[in-house]
T-cell receptor
Framework: ETGVTQTPRHLVMGMTNKKSLKCEQH?????MYWYKQSAKKPLELMFV???????ENNSVPSRFSPECPNSSHLFLHLHTLQPEDSALYLC?????????????FGPGTRLTVL | GDSVTQMEGPVTLSEEAFLTINCTYT??????LFWYVQYPGEGLQLLLK?????DKGSNKGFEATYRKETTSFHLEKGSVQVSDSAVYFC??????????????FGKGMKLTVNP
């Protein structure tokens, strides 16, 4: 138990659906992250939020829309996804943006796009 | 830009065997180095870290030493157990010019330990 929870754990959606992934951290951290983990590829950083402000968008397609209403919650809104978007989506948090800080990861949401 | 190169595997070992997973990096500044582990069905967990040259990180019998001269952070364990079966990721976070305090990961190495 890392103090970072993600829901749902599994999600199957069609290409025309709209769904949202939720992440919540109970650690009092101020930085939150979304990563995409695909088979045989390095983890890809998608978005970074620091004190609720987005500080990084790593050239992510607009069909992925993040939202950070407060430092404890992070959402990833999904619409008109493609089959190649099927992956494990990981949320992480850290005390703040600092190069020496470890990140705490949630268990991930396994997304399948049909 | 910053990058991490690590052994990709997969690797299968017998219980009590010695483990080494090589990791080398390139960075513009003076990075912090990490090893993360991902057990089946779970997210990543920090295994150990080192923030300056010659630091040795250790946890659960695993060790890695920050070698600035060889830009390496190899992971070792003297005697693996079945419970060590997982995917291991080497990562860095850079503080230098051009570094953005993001974690940069290697591709991960899947380890299976048989009884």
């Amino acid at each position: 138990e890392t103090g970072v929870t993600q829901t749902p754990r599994h999600l199957v959606m069609g290409m025309t659906n709209k769904k949202s992934l939720k992440c919540e951290q109970h650690l009092g951290h101020n930085a939150m992250y979304w990563y995409k983990q695909s088979a045989k590829k390095p983890l890809e950083l998608m978005f970074v939020y620091n004190f609720k402000e987005q500080t990084e968008n790593n050239s992510v397609p607009s069909r992925f829309s993040p939202e950070c209403p407060n430092s404890s919650h992070l959402f990833l809104h999904l619409h008109t996804l493609q089959p190649e978007d099927s992956a494990l989506y990981l949320c992480a948090s850290s005390p703040r943006l600092a190069y020496y800080n470890e990140q705490f990861f949630g268990p991930g949401t396994r997304l399948t796009v049909l | 830009g910053d990058s991490v190169t690590q052994m990709e595997g997969p690797v299968t070992l017998s219980e009590e065997a010695f483990l080494t997973i090589n990791c080398t990096y390139t960075a513009t500044g003076y990075p912090s180095l990490f090893w993360y582990v991902q057990y089946p069905g779970e997210g990543l967990q920090l295994l150990l870290k080192a923030t300056k040259a010659d630091d040795k990180g250790s946890n659960k019998g695993f060790e890695a030493t920050y070698r600035k001269e060889t830009t390496s952070f190899h992971l070792e364990k003297g005697s693996v157990q079945v419970s060590d079966s997982a995917v291991y990721f080497c990562a860095l976070s850079d503080n230098g010019q051009g570094g953005s305090e993001k974690l940069v990961f290697g591709k991960g190495m899947k380890l299976t330990v048989n009884p």
